[in-house]
């Protein structure tokens, strides 16, 4: 069984800076691509980051380019989400997910078999 703890959240105000990190375990880490989604209240999950197996390619999505980075280290089993210039439209519970098509940046929360429990991020103006 796969397991994903995520870690990181908290309050920070409008400009700040915090990083997520999320491990995992019950697998090989490497079998998987693993994304970052948020959730805020009253709207459906979306899209933050994702990256592939290797590192190798990377998306965000477009309303965190150049503010978030995604990356992982694959010899501790984490993936990171330095979460930069954060503005209160940022408040969410962000989930880290894995996504067992290992070579391939999915969008789609569908996409993903396991997820974590989240963690909130909350952005003072």
């Known amino acids: 069984q796969v397991q994903l703890v995520e870690s990181g959240g908290g309050l920070v105000q409008a400009g700040g800076s915090l990083r997520l990190s999320c491990v995992v375990s019950g697998d090989t880490f490497g079998r998987y691509a693993m994304g970052w989604f948020r959730q805020a209240p009253g709207k459906e999950r979306e899209f933050v980051a994702g990256?592939?197996?290797?590192?190798?390619?990377?998306n965000v999505a477009d309303s965190v380019k150049g503010r978030f980075t995604i990356s992982r280290d694959n010899a501790r089993n984490t993936v990171a989400l330095q979460m930069n210039s954060l503005k209160p439209e940022d408040t969410a519970v962000y989930y880290c997910a894995a996504d067992p098509h290992w070579s391939t940046v999915h969008r789609t929360p569908g996409e993903y078999d396991y997820w974590g429990q989240g963690t909130q991020v909350t952005v003072s103006s």
């Open positions: 990256i592939s197996w290797s590192g190798a390619r990377a």
